[in-house]
């Protein structure tokens, strides 16, 4: 998509792919380190494995959503492999996202939106 049919659709939607896979990934990473250091704790110190199923569902759909974004960022804005790697590698690790988010918002600062 060119850079005028992007800031159309940006402009019509309200938020470019870009700053929607922003959301995307801040959500997912959240609900991750949700999962590791409270639904799981809580399984297996406390004995509520209900911790798990909602949060683990919940993750599950948002990483779903994640590597369509993702996707859609990468196809979108013609990303090199190593960059859409390293995202769903950050996809990964607690606070991976959070991470890469930096990489994300410089980009947005660059106009590149």
């Known amino acids: 998509m060119?850079?005028?049919?992007?800031?159309?659709?940006?402009?019509?939607?309200?938020?470019?792919?870009?700053?929607?896979?922003?959301?995307?990934?801040?959500?997912?990473?959240?609900?991750?380190?949700?999962?590791?250091?409270?639904?799981?704790p809580l399984k297996y110190l406390a004995g509520q494995p209900q911790a798990v199923r909602i949060v683990g569902g919940v993750h599950g759909l948002l990483f779903i959503v994640f590597i369509a974004?993702?996707?859609r960022a990468a196809i979108e804005r013609g990303w090199p492999a190593r960059r859409w790697l390293a995202a769903f590698a950050s996809s990964l690790v607690p606070f991976g996202t959070l991470v890469f988010d930096r990489s994300l918002r410089r980009e947005i600062a660059r106009g590149d939106t």
């Open 2 to 40: 060119g850079f005028e049919k992007r800031r159309l659709y940006a402009r019509l939607t309200g938020m470019s792919e870009l700053r929607q896979f922003r959301v995307v990934a801040f959500l997912e990473g959240f609900s991750f380190v949700l999962l590791v250091f409270v639904a799981m």
């Open 69 to 71: 974004a993702l996707f």
